[in-house]
């Protein structure tokens, strides 16, 4: 892929822009948040013409926006951020959100420190790759009838936790109590459901795994106490979406909103940004399916958690309160929200599209959990299973990215040229040297995703830190790791 040479300002050390006179027809510039280093990736990616291109949205505000881990894919760039204003006309697009539809990260903290699970590590590694099932169609022991998934659709983790797989607590740490409202079950087609059914509590494929960390490093002490977390303690994280299910509504949806272009007179340069206006029937029910799909995310990270919460149990043979499994918080990467937000000195109601991103509410916002409220919204960013993943918060900075922040390390190789790049080695092995144990249900998903795949996540995280849109409270380093 030939090198991008479009226009890139320098607008500060972590701030590049776009000019909208790059392409006639842009609305707005956009802005990349990356250090001068990153800016080299970032171009032989090509991702700035999809940053650019996003700007062309009908009823786009401010910029379009990209997080540090960019990288290119379908219309939109992983790590855009694109917020439109739905009483002006504002569009959403399903390739704004994506096709693992609320692929997400929750953070489980423990009493466990890390000299009590090395000697049981790889029990406990077998333990959680047994009992979880993970990869490409894998389908899980939590049957539900048809009438029960239409349940699940519009409850999301709450449908989970009645059940007994999980705590109330628990929904209280989770983005939107575990389900966002105005889902629409009559919006998911039958081959959704059907692809959906029997995969509540698997772990998806690719980048999707449950890693067990150990913390070991605390950036700021008074939040960590808050969060209850300290240096040495083990936190387990579970990367996981929509499954099949999400993948086949944004499959429709985008194929559907193609003549939604000629239809509502909508240009755009990539027929991968099809939209429709918000308040269009098309629009809404692509709203009402997406949030289906969402909250079907949100049930099957609390029934994984629920899976590692058992599987930690057995290993240690010890009961919940003593191993203090619980919930720090869970966040959704790919979703378009509405929400209300101040442009040019006024508040306006728009649709945020976060594609590889993290909402990141600052301290004091009104729909964070009591016990947040002072330090601002849990935000979690896994790194690559050879290096290190954070856990950072919503800051007042983070107002001018409609109060987003990266959400990974973002990839630097494709899966084929990360495959090619690993042929001839053991990556398991390698891991295993730094100390790391790793299972994933074949070798090439491990080549996929090797370290080197990856930008490094800290600094990823430098810059979104530097920049001021979220703050780093705490380091973890991966112990032992199941991939899907």
């Known amino acids: 892929m030939s090198m991008w040479q479009g226009e890139l300002e320098r607008i500060d050390a972590f701030r590049w822009r776009i000019p909208k006179g790059y392409k006639a027809g842009m609305r707005v510039d956009g802005v990349i948040y990356a250090d001068e ?77 890390e000299g009590d699970v090395r000697p049981k590590l790889k029990d406990l590694v077998y333990a959680l790759y047994n009992d979880i099932p993970a990869g490409v169609g894998s389908k899980g022991d939590i049957r539900i009838s048809g009438a029960e998934e ?43 459901y059907e692809r959906g059914k029997n995969q509540s509590g698997t772990l998806g494929s ?60 909508i240009n755009v340069p990539d027929r991968q940004l099809a939209s429709a206006p918000v ?25 994984l958690m629920h899976l590692t919460r058992s599987a930690f149990e057995k290993v240690f043979n010890m009961g919940p309160k003593d191993l203090g499994m619980d919930l720090v918080y869970d966040v959704a990467h790919n979703i378009a929200k509405v929400e209300r937000h101040t442009v040019d000195g006024k508040e306006k109601t728009l649709c945020v599209h976060r594609k590889g991103a993290t909402r990141a509410f600052p301290p004091g916002h009104p729909e964070l959990p009591a016990r947040y409220r002072k330090t601002g919204q849990p935000v979690i960013i896994p790194g690559d299973m050879g290096r290190n993943s954070y856990l950072l918060t919503g800051t007042e900075g983070a107002k001018e990215t409609f109060y987003s922040t990266c959400h990974g390390a973002g990839r630097l190789m494709s899966r084929s040229a990360a495959i090619s790049a690993c042929r001839g080695r053991s990556i398991s092995r390698e891991l295993e040297t730094k100390g790391i144990m790793v299972m994933s249900s074949s070798r090439d998903t491990l080549a996929e995703e090797a370290p080197e795949a990856y930008k490094d996540v800290n600094e990823v995280v430098g810059v979104v830190d530097g920049a001021g849109i979220s703050k780093r409270v705490c380091r973890m380093r991966p112990l032992g790791v199941i991939k899907g």
């Open 206 to 265: 690719g980048n999707h795994f449950i890693e067990v960390q150990a913390i070991d490093e605390i950036y700021e002490k008074e939040t960590a106490d808050i969060f209850g977390l300290e240096a040495g303690q083990v936190t387990i994280m579970i990367h996981s979406g929509s499954r099949g299910l999400g993948y086949q509504i944004c499959d429709e949806y985008s194929k559907d909103m193609i003549q939604c272009l000629s239809k509502y007179g």
């Open 279 to 303: 308040n269009s029937p098309e629009g809404k029910a692509y709203l009402g399916a997406m949030k289906c799909a969402a909250n079907y995310a949100w049930a099957n990270r609390q029934c």
């Open 37 to 113: 280093e990153m800016v080299k990736d970032i171009r032989s990616d090509r991702a700035p013409e999809q940053v650019a291109n996003v700007a062309f949205l009908p009823g786009i505000v401010k910029h379009s926006l990209a997080m540090p881990d960019i990288h290119w894919g379908y219309g939109f760039p992983i790590g855009g951020v694109a917020a439109t204003d739905i009483d002006s006309g504002g569009v959403v697009s399903p390739g704004g959100v994506g096709f693992d539809i609320n692929c997400g990260v929750r953070l489980i903290k423990t009493n466990l420190k």
């Open 150 to 192: 239409r349940k699940l659709l519009v409850d999301g983790a709450r449908w989970v936790v009645d059940h007994g797989y999980g705590r109330q607590e628990d929904l209280e740490y989770t983005e939107d109590h575990g389900a966002i409202k105005g889902a629409d079950p009559d919006a998911v087609s039958a081959r959704a």
